[in-house]
């Protein structure tokens, strides 16, 4: 059933799931290497990511149960079909369908960035089904809408050269092809958001990234993706411009929950992570010097050992 995603991650399989007549894409790895026993994990990725983004951790998390991660309707290689929504709130009700179909009737829940804010909300509404919850960098609205205008020196620092190659690249587009040496300089800048040394990726990483976010790929076409960053950005801004509900989702959440952020985060800065740390004060948070956008892929060793080291602390206390 499935077929592996890689050689460098040999129990990971690329696989595909039925959810309510819809083909959601799901990466999988069985707990303990095939027992199928411990306690299942559901892992939701950010905002022009996939499933993908996960496999770094995939095979130390499935020391404990079996892990699944999946490709939002819109995203990697989930098609999108003509009454999906593709907002935050749609995509929380996908991750409880996918929970469904595969017989979870509990689970713990691992997102990143806006699988952050998907898994907060799945967290609020169903606390009887989340038993644990990990939040990587989480697009979490800030206390005061007002703070969306004043940019952290991490957003500056890792945002600007983007923007920079991106409207040398628009303006030379005018003129004729976008010199290589320009569209390097782009994707290095693009890779710098989740790494803190490009040059030291895995290339097994990098070419899983390559084919994983290519052009050309099966699954959502060019448009649907289009319309699928679109509309899910503008429901994560809705929540940000006014975040009572957020909140107060944060506040009713009922399982052990931990938070992972970075002080170079470019895009989720650590005062929001602080934020909702000193609102939710019986929550881990482990904001880390110099990390970036999604410490599972940065930094896997770290992922798993905070994320272990957490587990162990509950069981003893």
């Known amino acids: 059933m499935g077929t592996p995603i890689g050689t460098s991650w040999p129990h990971v399989v690329d696989d595909r799931i039925e959810v309510g007549g819809h083909s959601v894409r799901i990466l999988r790895a069985p707990g303990r290497h095939g027992s199928g026993e411990g306690e299942p994990q559901l892992l939701v990725h950010g905002l022009g990511g996939s499933a993908v983004t996960w496999v770094q951790v995939m095979d130390g998390l499935a020391a404990r149960g079996p892990v699944v991660a999946l490709d939002l ?11 999906d929504e593709l907002t935050v709130d ?4 996908l991750v409880v369908a996918v929970a469904d179909a595969l017989g979870w009737s509990e689970f713990a829940l691992h997102g990143n960035s806006m699988g952050g804010l998907i898994s907060v909300l799945v967290a609020a509404a169903h606390p009887e089904r989340v038993t644990r919850l990990v939040l990587v960098s989480p697009a979490l609205p800030p206390t005061s809408p007002l703070q969306i205008l004043v940019p952290s020196r991490a957003t500056i620092a890792g945002l600007g050269p983007i923007a920079v190659s ?4 628009a303006a030379l587009g005018l003129l ?12 290095r800048a693009l890779l710098g958001l989740i790494f803190g040394a490009p040059d030291d990726v895995d290339p097994a990483l990098l070419d899983l990234m390559a084919r994983e976010f290519g052009e050309t790929r099966e699954g959502a076409d060019a448009d649907d993706q289009r319309r699928a960053l679109l509309t899910a950005l503008l429901s994560i801004a809705r929540t940000w411009v006014d975040p009572r509900r957020v909140w107060r989702a944060i506040e009713a959440i009922q399982a052990p929950t931990m938070i992972l952020g970075g002080t170079a ?3 989720v800065p650590a005062r929001v992570l602080r934020g909702v740390l000193a609102r939710r004060t019986d929550w881990q948070g482990h904001v880390l010097d110099d990390r970036r956008h999604a410490l599972m892929m940065e930094s896997p060793e770290d992922y798993l050992d905070l994320v272990e080291r957490w587990y162990a ?4 206390a």
Request: a negative charge; zero cysteines.
């Open 313 to 316: 602390d509950r069981v003893a």
């Open 90 to 93: 749609a995509y929380a009700d």
């Open 176 to 187: 004729g092809a976008v010199p290589e040496v320009l569209d390097r300089r782009r994707k």
């Open 265 to 267: 985060d470019a895009l």
């Open 73 to 83: 309707p819109g995203f990697g290689r989930t098609p999108v079909a003509d009454d």
């Open 166 to 169: 991106t409207g040398s690249a």
